[in-house]
Structure formats: structure tokens, C-alpha cells
Nanobody, 116 residues
Framework: QVQLVESGGGLVQVGGSLRLSCAAS????????MAWFRQAPGKEREFVASIRYSGRSTDYTDSVKGRFTISRDNAKNMMYLQMNSLKLEDTGVYYCNKRAEPHWTWGQGTQVTVSS
């Protein structure tokens, strides 16, 4: 089982930037396609972005294309999400996990709040 710890969230104004980090324990991190998910208040968790195990291919939900960049460092068991031009609708708790189910146990997430 891999343990996941997200960090880097915070309060930012519309148009601002944040960089989220995901630290994964265990030796199998580099074998898995990984993803960022988010959950807005009162809504279900949704997919945001994914990256192949090699880091060579990425995918994004339409609403963040051109604004967010996902990356990973397999040597450090780390994944990142650079978020630029943040919008009010980007507010939520951000989680990292495997791209595909069954997911590992979810971490506590990191809160991103975008204010006007």
C-alpha cells in the first residue's frame, strides 16, 4: 500500500498561481500512472490531470487545459501540479492518487481556495 501526502494548497486571488506537491511512500510509485483529483464543496470528486508512469504523456480535464501542468519526479517519489490563472471554480480539496481504480487509500488532500 502506498501512502500519499498532498501539500501546497492555500488561499489565492483569481488569476494567481499555486504549486501542489504529492509525496508518495513505497517503491512502486514509478510503476503507476498518477493523477490529481479535486472535490469542490457539495460536489463529487473529479479528475483534474494525469501523467503516465514514465512522465512522457499527460492528460487534462478541459477546464484546466492551458492553465495547469502536471509533472512527476520518480526518483523522489513526487508528483506536482502547477496551477496558473486560477479561477473561482478551481476551489476545492485536491488529492493525488493512481489514475485508475482501485485507488490507493486517499490522503488528506490539500485545500485550494480562490477568492475574487
Amino acid at each position: 500500500q502506498v501512502q500519499l501526502v498532498e501539500s501546497g494548497g492555500g488561499l489565492v486571488q483569481v488569476g494567481g498561481s499555486l504549486r501542489l506537491s504529492c509525496a508518495a511512500s513505497g517503491r512502486t510509485f514509478s510503476s503507476w500512472d498518477m493523477a490529481w483529483f479535486r472535490q469542490a464543496p457539495g460536489k463529487e470528486r473529479e479528475f483534474v490531470a494525469s501523467i503516465r508512469y514514465s512522465g512522457r504523456s499527460t492528460d487534462y480535464t478541459d477546464s484546466v487545459k492551458g492553465r495547469f501542468t502536471i509533472s512527476r519526479d520518480n526518483a523522489k517519489n513526487m508528483m506536482y501540479l502547477q496551477m496558473n490563472s486560477l479561477k473561482l471554480e478551481d476551489t476545492g480539496v485536491y488529492y493525488c492518487n493512481k489514475r485508475a481504480e482501485p485507488h490507493w487509500t486517499w490522503g488528506q488532500g490539500t485545500q485550494v481556495t480562490v477568492s475574487s
